[in-house]
């Protein structure tokens, strides 16, 4: 956690999508830790963004979108470019929460 919280420590403009990409980067539970660890340290609001994303149950992991590898081969994607559409997906979902929708409905 400590090495965590150093490098996210260090970058600047953590909004909404930059602890999106830290739960995808690290794990929920680590992303929580570290934004606690880091308003402690800057008197910062990451707590709340991070509190705001999870309440909001928006995507943030390639295993909550809406399509799967499964889904994408059955559309004629095959080996790495599978794992290349669904990182691009997720970080478009990142930007546009409600395109994460009906996909398997």
Known sequence: ????????????????????QAIH??????????SEVISAWDSAD??????????????????ELDISGSD??????HGKEIGTALDKILHHVWVHPDHNNGWNR
């Not at 965590?4 to 909404?16: I, Q, T």
């Not at 990451?46 to 295993?63: A, E, K, N, P, Y």
């Not at 994408?72 to 994607?77: E, H, I, S």
């Open 25 to 34: 980067q690290y794990g929920k539970e680590t992303a929580v830790i570290s």
């Open 72 to 77: 994408l081969k059955a559309l004629g994607c």
């Open 46 to 63: 990451d707590t709340q963004i991070m509190r705001s994303i999870l309440d909001s149950g928006v995507c943030c992991t390639i295993s």
């Open 1 to 20: 956690i400590c090495s965590v919280c150093s490098d996210l420590h260090g970058r600047k403009n953590r909004d909404a999508l930059f602890w999106k």
